[in-house]
DNA sequence: TATTTAAAACTACAAATGTCGTTGGTGCTT
DNA sequence: AAGCACCAACGACATTTGTAGTTTTAAATA
């Protein structure tokens, strides 16, 4: 249940609904991708799509269906990044942090804080 | 030039042409490519992909071309990077080496080197 | 209960992607 | 010069993705 992969149109949705304490209906959603201009089908669809690759699940509740994330925060991101890091520098975070280091990409802020985060 | 999009089997051509210092034919790349079991036409269409948009270039020698890279790899993997970071982490590197981090998922090494990198 | 209507289901379709097969041209060998 | 071998060009086709129109169903209401 996992390792589902989503699409750059589907992760819009996730976010969304990762967002919420509670089930969204698929209006609720529209009506928080304020920036999309995505028709209520195109959220349909993509729903639809989500439920068929077992990230969300529903429950229907009088005409509507309400959306529940199964597929893990978390887990999606930290897949995402170890794939990243797999494909392009080699397994080794060090070298993108090396990479970004040395394309002063990284801000101070962060820097001072991932230092703190390895101290203790 | 260096906004262009590439596909996941479309890199891995570039990871070969990035790899040599000097410009290969798609022969040299079908050999370097040992474990895909890509035919040798599947290999010559991502080459002409890659040439459509501007990743590579190439040049007539005897009766083969011989393909060099144009996008940066640099470039590129810091672009892929951000980007990832963007969609998922808010922009910040920190989140992501936090979100790593508490999933012991970065080696005792990398931290090593990630804290003396940000030592100096 | 019949009617209206909101929401889901179904269908569609172009562009991008992964993966070749086939055709055709050009340089190399006799 | 003719034939051969090698390689590039072209075309193809299924799948995935983004995006949406149309039809059907079921809930709400008169």
């Known amino acids: 249940m996992s390792k589902v992969n989503i699409t750059e149109a589907e992760l819009e ?9 509670t089930p969204l209906s698929s209006y609720d959603i529209c009506d928080r991708l304020e920036d999309k201009t995505w028709k209520y089908t195109t959220v349909s669809t993509l ?3 989500l439920a068929e690759k077992g990230a969300i699940t529903y429950e229907k509740r009088g005409k509507s269906y309400f ?11 930290i ?12 397994g080794s975070l060090k070298n993108m942090v090396v990479a970004l280091y040395e394309n002063k990409e990284i801000s ?13």
């Not at 959306?67 to 991101?77: I, S």
């Open 13 to 21: 949705i996730m976010k969304i609904l990762w967002k919420s304490d």
């Open 47 to 49: 729903l639809s799509r």
């Open 67 to 77: 959306y529940t994330p199964l597929l893990d925060e978390n887990a999606y991101k």
């Open 79 to 90: 897949r995402q990044a170890k794939k990243l890091i797999g494909k392009i520098y080699d």
């Open 108 to 120: 101070e802020q962060d820097i001072q804080e991932i230092k703190k985060l390895f101290k203790l």
